[in-house]
């Protein structure tokens, strides 16, 4: 495998007696985009604030674009474009007035950084809107004027801080598929901090469960969810028409399953937990024996569930986390 474009080693930031972040180690590859997925003050601000260099670790390193981001911050911030979670912008100004400004920060001449910005503009869908002024901007064209901002010095990773926030659902599909759309074009590698797990789990090729400055576990959806299978087991559900009339029998037959780990048959519902997918061979089964079914309910393993096993392990006495549309909050 090619060597990592973030490369984290031990990692550790503390504030006094309190471990922000917690010996994380992390490797993250060109191209890919990587969802670092925790709840609210689990340290995933301060852990891109170490990437950035703009502030300087407890313990452990940061490589970015191959340089350490404590020694040479400088070098990683050519190479990285950041968008926090609260952009802002000059509101007199209007979003090209203001993209111009940033690009000559960034070096550009003149006369490249308009035809750079209107370019810009155009990906990010802001063609229509570059001669408003921003104070009358919504958050949604806010963000995507930040993703331009980003883009305009051609990074080699992009780091976004909950870049979603505030915005609403409309304008959050249209900005993830913007995104996975660029990294895809231009071999953008892009870490996504969020806690809103569907939409982490939409664009992401990799995530990282990050909660109390731990990472937990990462790697892709797919692998996470067959690793919580094996754990838990195929849960199926099979709804029929009418209650069996013969339980016994019905139990008998589908006692020939491979790997059952429950079976249980209450009124019209019959729940199999088995070590693999056993549903098609027991809906035969149930209809060679004269079931008629209604409907049948797999568990197919999502974000959600990975989330909620490894989240439900790390939660300590003291810290209470509430789960709201299918993201947390914590609370201290």
Known sequence: MKDPIIQLTGLTKNYGKVTAVDKLDLHIYRGEIFGLLGPNGAGKTTSILMMLGLTEPTAGTAH???????????????????????????????ALENLCFI???????????????????????????????????SRGMKQRLGLAEVLIKAPEVAILDEPT?????????EFLE????????????VLLSSHHLH?????????????????????SIESLAQNLQQQKGVSTVITLEQPP????????????????????ITGHSIELITDNDA????????????ADIVSVNRNDYQLDDIYNTYFENSITTNTVYEKSNGFFKRYQ
């Open 178 to 189: 913007l995104i996975k759309k660029l990294s895809r074009e231009h071999n953008l590698t």
């Open 199 to 219: 939409q982490v789990q939409r664009v992401c090729d990799r995530v990282g469960i990050f909660v109390g400055g731990k990472l937990l576990v990462e790697g």
């Open 245 to 264: 009339g013969d339980s016994a029998k019905i139990e008998q037959a589908l006692h020939v399953l491979p790997g059952i780990r429950k079976l249980a």
């Open 64 to 94: 970015v674009c191959g340089h350490n981001a404590t020694r040479n911050p400088i070098a990683v911030k050519r190479k990285v474009g950041y968008l926090p979670d609260n952009v802002g912008f000059y509101p007199d100004m209007t």
């Open 165 to 173: 926030l505030g915005i609403d659902p409309k304008g959050v599909d």
């Open 103 to 137: 690009a000559e920060l960034n070096g550009l001449t003149e006369s490249y950084a308009q035809a750079a910005a209107k370019d810009m503009l155009h990906v990010v869908g802001l063609e229509r809107e570059m001669h408003k002024k921003t104070g009358a901007f």
């Open 279 to 290: 549903t098609a061979a027991a809906v035969r089964i149930l209809v060679n024996n004269g």
